[in-house]
């Protein structure tokens, strides 16, 4: 019976399995690496992760440059990153688990489970000194939150101990930007909101019940919302261009509030307070393009991958060339932002504020990690990194 794969990679897994055939099958990619060690060379990176995935196996992992500057620590491959919004898709996933189990339903109001939710205002006006509201016509819902169409907009943290269900009182207390529904507007508090409504329907905490039914099952055992001190160790340091010597400085990451990396008392915020390692995000976007399964283990039902990673919001604006799933991403037209112009239609990711980015593209059966650390990119999504990441991979591919 003939393979299904593409010739370009039974190339390439034929090279992984056979006498000495791992060299030769990282020596495929060999030009992946260098395309970003200018970028470290001229002092626009620290360094970085790169991986490329299939569904069951991943073809390459590499890291360039160093993960503390002041050290001059090598950058590993196994080095734990902030990942900040791709923690978004991860989130949205258990929320999907409740779903398939029939404990809640994407349409439900977000106020049957956090009363706090149950008047909402819309700012129908706002100058310096005056602000008028409206009363919101129809509730929030699940799917609105999943799809940043909910209005909700940000707030502004006091404390940086604050629980999840105290952080969702003070977010529910906003008015919103626009009426539920009926535009797209991105919002990482939604995402927040919906980690508290995953405690209030599990009766767990959120973070226990991502560590229980996500990351065990999947094996990503480097993802975490407080790295230990061990973890902490590999743990990359945050980077932007000074203004004032044009050189890379540390900067704090904003979401920490002042306070250590492994803070446990910092709440698990479920739209941007994930560490990862590129090879425990890959194992995440094998169970997606799994269809719910990873080694046997199965998270989440297949037609729920499909529901989660099909345009949600219709004509909708959201990004150039992007429409949103359910928690994801999806491509619609790679080719209306450079660095998405090698992903086929259809294919799903997230990326974050500080460079990090992961795409899974079910057409070709490829997973995308690619992991900096850089403040004040003009976009974290198109960096100029990233796109030359991506179009060495693509030269691998179309060359075999």
């Known amino acids: 019976m003939k393979s299904r794969l593409p010739r370009w990679l039974l190339l390439i897994v034929v090279g992984a399995f056979s006498v000495g055939g791992a060299a030769a099958a990282e020596d495929k990619f060999s030009a992946v690496p260098k395309s970003v060690e200018p970028f470290v060379a001229r002092g626009e990176i620290s360094g970085a992760v790169m991986l490329v995935a299939m569904r069951d196996r991943v073809l390459h992992l590499s890291a360039v440059g160093t993960s503390d500057v002041a050290t001059q620590r090598p950058m590993r491959t196994d080095d734990l990153f902030w990942i900040a919004s791709m923690t978004k898709p991860m989130a949205a996933v258990c929320v999907a688990m409740l779903a398939d189990e029939g404990r809640l339903k994407y349409d439900d109001p977000v106020q049957q489970y956090l009363p706090e939710f149950g008047e909402q205002w819309i700012v129908a006006e706002q100058g310096a000194e005056r602000r008028v509201l409206t ?77 229980r039914r996500l990351f065990i099952p999947l094996g990503m055992k480097n993802t975490t919302y407080w790295p230990t001190e ?61 269809g719910g399964e990873l080694s046997g283990r199965r998270v989440l039902k297949a037609e729920t991958v499909t529901e989660m990673t099909r345009n949600q919001i219709g004509a909708i604006t959201a990004r150039p060339g992007i429409t949103w799933g359910l928690g994801f991403n999806v491509v619609v037209d790679g080719a209306m932002m450079p660095a998405n112009a090698t992903l086929s239609p259809g294919s799903f990711g997230h990326g974050g504020a500080h460079g990090t980015n992961s795409w899974a593209d079910p057409t070709r059966g490829l997973i995308y990690v690619f992991m900096i650390q850089r403040a004040g990119l003009e976009n974290a999504d198109d960096s100029p990194m990233r796109r030359a990441y991506q179009q060495a991979v693509a030269a691998v591919l179309d060359a075999n």
């Open 230 to 290: 061990a973890q902490e160790k590999r743990f990359v340091r945050n980077y932007r261009i000074s203004p004032a010597t044009g050189k890379l400085e540390e900067v704090k990451i904003s979401y920490l509030y002042g306070g250590a990396v492994t803070d446990r008392a910092r709440p698990p915020l479920g739209g941007a307070g994930l560490f990862s390692t590129a090879e425990d995000v890959a194992r995440f976007y094998q169970m997606m393009l799994n």
């Open 135 to 211: 009363k919101a016509e129809r509730p929030i819902t699940i799917r609105a939150l999943l799809t940043h169409t909910s209005g909700m907009g940000n707030y502004t943290v006091t404390d940086p101990h604050w629980s999840l269900a105290e952080m969702t009182k003070v977010a529910a207390r906003e008015p919103l930007r626009f009426a539920p529904g009926s535009r797209w507007g991105y919002s990482t508090a939604g995402i927040d909101a919906l980690g508290r409504i995953v405690e209030v329907v599990s009766g767990v905490p959120f973070a226990e019940f991502m560590q």
